[in-house]
């Protein structure tokens, strides 16, 4: 009953940034925390970056701390990821997900729905 739907990915090079969106529409009330994922190319879903809905507590992959941030608007059901410094090894499918109760924020198993995905590339 909820809806996710990302936005903002692209054809980037090195070092350059990009900040993707996600707008949550349907019984958005009932969200815990809303997390991003990646699937690179002959890769499993890895979690990248999650925010607590109602405190926005956020938690990052090592991979990316320092270089991403999370953010969220509540009045929107809105939730971005600021993606600076950018790898080539950060080439993947980013999809946005909502967990609907107190589970493990980087648990990919754990969130209840999930976006279309968006394609980020960054070629060297």
């Known amino acids: 009953q909820v809806q996710l739907v990302e936005s903002g990915g692209g054809l980037v090079q090195v070092g350059d940034s990009l900040r993707l969106s996600c707008v949550a529409s349907g019984r958005t009330f009932s969200t815990y925390a809303m997390g991003w994922f990646r699937q690179g190319p002959g890769k499993e879903r890895e979690f990248v970056a999650a925010i607590t809905w109602s405190g926005g507590t956020t938690v990052y992959a090592n991979s990316v701390k320092g270089r991403f941030t999370i953010s969220r608007d509540k009045a929107k059901n809105t939730v971005w990821l600021q993606m600076n410094l950018l790898k080539p090894e950060d080439t993947a499918v980013y999809y946005c997900?909502?967990?609907?109760?107190?589970?493990?924020?980087?648990?990919?198993?754990?969130?209840?729905?999930w976006g279309q995905g968006t394609q980020v590339t960054v070629s060297s």
């Open positions: 997900a909502d967990q609907r109760y107190s589970g493990s924020l980087s648990r990919p198993r754990d969130y209840n729905y």
